[in-house]
T-cell receptor, first 110, second 115 residues
Framework: QKEVEQNSGPLSVPEGAIASLNCTYS??????FFWYRQYSGKSPELIMS????GDKEDGRFTAQLNKASQYVSLLIRDSQPSDSATYLC??????????FGRGTSLIVHP | DGGITQSPKYLFRKEGQNVTLSCEQN?????MYWYRQDPGQGLRLIYY???????QKGDIAEGYSVSREKKESFPLTVTSAQKNPTAFYLC??????????????FGQGTRLTVV
């Protein structure tokens, strides 16, 4: 079992819709969770971090964490074509090393 | 401006050659990492260093070597022992976050192609 699992997609949503991206992780002791956005040919950039169960909102982005289910998600409200990218879920190993999933490709079509 | 600089942006390697990818940061971060990304894949950890003069192998260290003689610099050498080196290489550094984890910041990447 991989440490961090994501559906590779692509996930296609119409402009203005809510995009829901999901991630599961295997190590129950993980405490820190991150979402990165990566445009084609570019490096990843951090967009959200979450450490406690529940929701964390930042603008159009909401991260959700459920440690009991070992599940973290990212919701993007009012999706825009500029949101089209690959979204990488990352989890800190106990030694604080960032471990990444393979990413989910999101396509927002006009 | 603070940041992480990787060079070169594109690199071509002949079979049997060693090549070195540069990574420099002026963020004063203690920890630095090298990841490899293949098309449609996530980031796989090659090496990491949490302090100067110390580094550890990651998940796919075979065929690679690193050094960490200065806090600012963490170069990666791709040796001839690496059988399939064509990939996108990402250098990152990290800072402890207020929530207890580490937030990673990336350079712009080096795209290595074997010719």
């Amino acid at each position: 079992q991989k440490e961090v699992e994501q559906n590779s997609g692509p996930l296609s949503v119409p402009e203005g819709a809510i995009a829901s991206l999901n991630c599961t992780y295997s190590d129950r002791v993980s405490q820190s969770f991150f979402w990165y956005r990566q445009y084609s040919g570019k490096s990843p950039e951090l967009i959200m971090s979450i450490y406690s169960n529940g929701d964390k909102e930042d603008g159009r982005f909401t991260a959700q964490l459920n440690k009991a289910s070992q599940y973290v998600s990212l919701l993007i409200r009012d999706s825009q074509p500029s949101d089209s990218a690959t979204y990488l879920c990352a989890v800190n190993r106990p030694s604080y090393i960032p471990t990444f999933g393979r990413g989910t490709s999101l396509i927002v079509h006009p | 401006d603070g940041g992480i600089t990787q060079s070169p942006k594109y690199l071509f390697r002949k079979e049997g050659q060693n090549v070195t990818l540069s990574c420099e940061q002026n963020l004063n971060h203690d920890a630095m990492y090298w990841y490899r990304q293949d098309p449609g894949q996530g980031l796989r950890l090659i090496y990491y260093s949490q302090i100067v003069n110390d580094f550890q192998k990651g998940d796919i260290a075979e065929g690679y070597s690193v050094s960490r003689e200065k806090k600012e610099s963490f170069p990666l050498t791709v040796t001839s022992a690496q059988k399939n080196p064509t990939a996108f290489y990402l250098c990152a550094s990290s800072i402890p976050s207020t929530g207890g984890g580490t937030e990673a910041f990336f350079g712009q990447g080096t795209r290595l192609t074997v010719v």
